[in-house]
């Protein structure tokens, strides 16, 4: 019994759409919400829609199935179906924090709800910011539509003149948001009143200035927005180097074929007749109706203009064995050292790479990113090493999706300031989050779950582990060797290096427990991860639960299995903690018949990652990081607050509290650390 990972997927995001409508998360953070549900699920359009619509040409014995058996015919309306309903579930969850706002004086305000001040100041602030920017689009009938990137927002603007209005010319503007000129603009307002208007509807407002050459009786303006096939494919000319290409194909990404087109539902029958065809989107799959605002991702950065509505931000703590400017390398040189991010400072991580910069003994540095900050601190660590005469050598993975265009230009920028840049395993993407520092006589690795990005590192939850332990650096450095040198093999007497020996003693280990309990032995795996969905892991851990072992996992997203099912999963249970901050870090503890070993690995469960991604993990040596990461996992267990119960497929109901004392798990876990000494 296989869940559809999509469907798996939807039901996640409907969990964050749950953060939304919970009153008891602050109200502000509530609108936060709206913005990464309706990222996440554009998103999702644009990669998992698009990939069900190519598939779906497929006909006959050649079509794939997806999990849950589906073909992709019949997987294509069940997605839409569900997509559709997440719409409307967060338009109505939109309205009503809206409403909420108005009570405490923060008022969301149209073109037409100006007073004479606001319209003067709207009037300005469009001769001076907005003008400059905007690129007005004449649509004919007897030509092409200019060519529309997704990500952005249009507004379509429909004239009418001569009598009864009955001769139209038609428009096209681009919204044009950005840093300098931001979607929301607050305007100046009464004492004890917030008032925020839309960049859209200053543009409405002064349609007018824009289209003043043209004689017409009325003029409207209908926001909409185009989602693109994602799909990035390379050609393969060899005379071009792998850089070449990206930048090549990342502009014909821009160019994908549309996959949905979702326009105010105002618009007139003509004007979306005009647009639609331009863009050959002639399915009704391919249109949808929707409200007056789009793109709404842009309600992540609501302005902040009553912080005491917003979440609290917890201060990250520094680590109990790090001293403020003191040696990082003299204290891993003794001890490992177990960060779990947002709850210890990243700041740790930026000083063991500043020290390893310009330490006189330190030889090289080696490192592998995927994502990294917009100004990162991390890439000019690495330029002032390589400054410093150190040997930096960085695996730069230029198929990050979405990241792709950034990691293309530091490419250009570190090897410029003498980086040695190598861009991965032909057919494998390395998502593995590696450092290695060599030194004089003594060699530093470290291994984490999460990306190297100090702006991410403040909201997604993730473990590090700094060490010196020979074993460990040894793999390190046979890992970038081979990254290095491709037709090399190598071998790994401590790390799980995917896609070469992770899987395989991922199934050992199951197993393992599965052979403690035939004999009657106490035999447990616990697990976190942000997805779980290959099909063979799941089938083995079915087998797990049917001979008796204990299963407990955490799986924020995607979850193919499915828990608690009579004769095949009463022994598995899963949770899914959706709260402030993201949960990304991946951890695996098996009881091994009292000799527990435990893992914490940049790959979750998944067919991608386990066979077609260079990932790394490492095993927990050090006894009190061991116990460290067990109370984590019990924490969060524990957590009846923003837990959800996956035994039901697509309920998302909150684990019960059943009398006991409330646990919200980021809360406590922040308190357990705060307590650590």
Same mark, same amino acid.
Request: charged share 25%; glycine share 4%; net charge positive.
């Given at each position: 019994?296989?869940?559809?990972?999509?469907?798996?997927?939807?039901?996640?995001?409907?969990?964050?759409?749950?953060?939304?409508?919970?009153?008891?998360v602050?109200l502000?953070q509530?609108l936060?919400?709206l913005?990464?549900?309706?990222?996440?699920?554009d998103?999702?359009?644009?990669?998992?829609?698009a990939?069900i619509?190519?598939?779906?040409q497929?006909k006959?014995?050649?079509?794939?199935r997806?999990?849950?058996?589906?073909?992709?015919?019949?997987?294509?309306?069940?997605?839409?179906?569900?997509?559709?309903?997440?719409?409307?579930k967060f338009?109505?969850?939109?309205?009503?924090?809206?409403?909420?706002?108005e009570?405490?004086g923060?008022?969301v305000?149209?073109e037409?709800?100006l007073?004479k001040?606001?319209?003067?100041?709207?009037?300005?602030?469009?001769?001076?910011?907005?003008?400059p920017?905007?690129?007005?689009?004449?649509?004919?009938?007897?030509?092409?539509?200019p060519?529309?990137?997704?990500?952005?927002i249009?507004?379509?603007?429909?004239?009418?003149?001569?009598?009864?209005?009955?001769?139209?010319?038609?428009?096209?503007?681009?919204?044009p948001i950005?840093?300098?000129?931001?979607?929301?603009?607050?305007?100046?307002?009464?004492?004890?009143?917030?008032?925020?208007?839309?960049?859209?509807?200053?543009?409405?407002?002064?349609l007018d200035?824009?289209?003043?050459?043209?004689?017409?009786?009325?003029i409207?303006?209908?926001?909409?927005?185009?989602?693109r096939d994602?799909?990035?494919?390379?050609?393969?000319?060899?005379?071009?180097?792998?850089?070449?290409k990206?930048?090549?194909?990342?502009q014909?990404?821009?160019?994908?074929?549309?996959?949905?087109?979702i326009?105010?539902?105002?618009m007139p029958?003509?004007?979306?007749?005009?647009?639609?065809s331009?863009l050959?989107?002639k399915?009704d799959?391919?249109?949808?109706?929707?409200?007056?605002?789009?793109l709404?991702?842009?309600?992540?950065?609501?302005?902040?203009?009553?912080?005491?509505?917003?979440?609290?931000?917890?201060?990250?703590?520094?680590?109990?064995?790090i001293?403020p400017?003191s040696?990082?390398?003299?204290?891993i040189?003794?001890?490992?050292?177990?960060?779990?991010?947002p709850?210890?400072?990243f700041?740790?991580?930026?000083?063991?790479?500043?020290?390893?910069?310009?330490?006189?003994?330190?030889e090289?540095?080696?490192?592998?990113?995927?994502?990294?900050?917009?100004r990162?601190?991390?890439?000019?660590t690495?330029?002032?090493a390589?400054?410093?005469?150190?040997?930096?050598?960085?695996l730069?993975?230029?198929?990050a999706?979405?990241d792709?265009?950034?990691?293309?230009?530091?490419?250009?920028?570190?090897?410029?300031?003498?980086?040695?840049?190598?861009?991965?395993v032909?057919?494998?993407?390395?998502?593995?989050?590696?450092?290695l520092?060599?030194?004089?006589?003594?060699?530093?690795?470290?291994?984490?779950?999460?990306?190297?990005?100090?702006?991410t =590192?403040? *909201? %997604?939850?993730? !473990?590090g582990?700094?060490t010196?332990?020979?074993? $460990?650096?040894t793999?390190?450095? @046979?890992?970038?060797?081979?990254?290095l040198?491709?037709?090399?093999?190598?071998?790994?007497?401590?790390?799980?290096v995917?896609?070469?020996?992770?899987?395989a003693?991922?199934?050992?280990?199951?197993?393992?427990?599965?052979k403690?309990a035939?004999?009657?032995?106490? =035999?447990? *795996? %616990?697990?976190k !991860?942000?997805s779980?969905t290959?099909e063979?892991? $799941?089938?083995?851990?079915?087998? @797990?639960?049917q001979?008796?072992?204990?299963?407990?996992?955490i799986?924020?997203?995607?979850?193919?299995?499915?828990?608690?099912?009579?004769?095949l999963?009463e022994?598995?249970?899963?949770?899914s903690?959706?709260?402030?901050?993201?949960?990304?870090?991946?951890?695996a503890?098996?009881h091994?018949?009292?000799?527990?070993q435990?893992?914490?690995?940049?790959?979750?469960?998944?067919n991608?990652?386990?066979?077609?991604?260079?990932?790394?993990?490492?095993?927990i040596?050090?006894?009190?990081?061991?116990q460290?990461?067990?109370?984590?996992?019990?924490?969060?267990?524990?957590?009846?607050v923003?837990?959800?119960?996956?035994?039901?497929?697509?309920?998302?109901?909150?684990?019960?509290?059943?009398?006991?004392?409330a646990?919200r798990?980021?809360?406590?876990?922040?308190?357990?650390?705060?307590?650590?000494?």
């Amino acid at each position: 019994m296989i869940n559809n990972r999509d469907l798996s997927w939807l039901t996640f995001n409907q969990r964050v759409l749950q953060e939304a409508q919970d009153k008891s998360v602050p109200l502000m953070q509530r609108l936060r919400f709206l913005g990464i549900f309706s990222n996440n699920q554009d998103e999702f359009i644009k990669v998992r829609v698009a990939n069900i619509v190519r598939l779906s040409q497929i006909k006959g014995k050649k079509a794939p199935r997806f999990s849950g058996g589906y073909t992709a015919s019949e997987l294509l309306p069940l997605v839409n179906s569900r997509v559709k309903e997440g719409q409307k579930k967060f338009e109505q969850a939109y309205y009503s924090i809206l409403s909420e706002m108005e009570t405490h004086g923060i008022y969301v305000i149209n073109e037409k709800q100006l007073n004479k001040e606001q319209k003067e100041f709207c009037h300005e602030y469009f001769s001076t910011v907005i003008t400059p920017r905007l690129v007005p689009l004449i649509l004919r009938k007897t030509t092409e539509i200019p060519f529309l990137q997704d990500n952005n927002i249009y507004h379509a603007v429909k004239m009418c003149s001569g009598k009864d209005n009955r001769n139209s010319r038609y428009a096209i503007i681009q919204i044009p948001i950005s840093s300098s000129c931001p979607r929301f603009i607050v305007l100046p307002s009464k004492k004890d009143r917030n008032e925020i208007i839309f960049l859209d509807d200053i543009i409405r407002l002064c349609l007018d200035e824009i289209f003043f050459m043209f004689n017409y009786n009325t003029i409207s303006a209908y926001t909409f927005k185009l989602m693109r096939d994602s799909l990035l494919t390379l050609d393969d000319d060899i005379s071009k180097s792998l850089v070449e290409k990206m930048e090549v194909g990342l502009q014909n990404r821009l160019h994908g074929q549309p996959v949905r087109l979702i326009y105010d539902q105002e618009m007139p029958d003509d004007l979306l007749g005009i647009i639609s065809s331009k863009l050959k989107l002639k399915n009704d799959e391919s249109l949808e109706a929707g409200g007056r605002y789009h793109l709404m991702r842009s309600l992540m950065k609501f302005p902040k203009v009553r912080p005491d509505l917003e979440s609290k931000t917890l201060e990250p703590l520094e680590h109990p064995d790090i001293e403020p400017f003191s040696s990082i390398l003299k204290v891993i040189a003794r001890k490992d050292i177990f960060l779990n991010y947002p709850y210890h400072t990243f700041n740790h991580f930026i000083d063991f790479l500043r020290e390893a910069a310009i330490d006189p003994k330190v030889e090289s540095i080696y490192i592998t990113l995927y994502r990294t900050a917009e100004r990162s601190k991390v890439i000019n660590t690495l330029i002032n090493a390589a400054k410093n005469g150190k040997k930096v050598v960085v695996l730069l993975e230029l198929f990050a999706r979405f990241d792709e265009e950034q990691n293309v230009e530091y490419s250009e920028l570190l090897q410029k300031e003498g980086v040695k840049i190598i861009h991965g395993v032909n057919g494998l993407k390395v998502h593995s989050k590696l450092v290695l520092v060599e030194r004089a006589n003594k060699n530093y690795a470290y291994i984490g779950t999460g990306n190297f990005n100090e702006s991410t =590192a403040q *909201i %997604y939850g993730d !473990f590090g582990l700094f060490t010196s332990n020979s074993q $460990i650096t040894t793999d390190t450095f @046979a890992i970038f060797d081979f990254l290095l040198n491709t037709h090399k093999h190598f071998s790994c007497k401590q790390l799980l290096v995917s896609p070469y020996f992770m899987r395989a003693q991922f199934e050992s280990l199951i197993r393992q427990e599965i052979k403690y309990a035939q004999k009657g032995k106490p =035999a447990y *795996i %616990y697990a976190k !991860f942000n997805s779980l969905t290959d099909e063979e892991i $799941i089938n083995l851990l079915y087998s @797990a639960s049917q001979a008796g072992v204990e299963v407990r996992l955490i799986v924020r997203g995607a979850c193919c299995l499915q828990p608690q099912v009579e004769g095949l999963s009463e022994n598995i249970r899963v949770i899914s903690i959706v709260d402030q901050y993201l949960e990304h870090a991946r951890m695996a503890i098996f009881h091994n018949n009292g000799d527990e070993q435990i893992y914490i690995m940049s790959a979750d469960w998944m067919n991608r990652n386990l066979d077609r991604r260079v990932e790394v993990g490492t095993p927990i040596l050090d006894k009190k990081i061991r116990q460290t990461i067990k109370d984590v996992f019990d924490i969060q267990w524990s957590d009846n607050v923003k837990a959800r119960d996956l035994s039901i497929f697509g309920e998302n109901k909150y684990v019960e509290q059943k009398g006991k004392k409330a646990c919200r798990s980021q809360i406590v876990l922040y308190e357990y650390y705060k307590n650590m000494k």
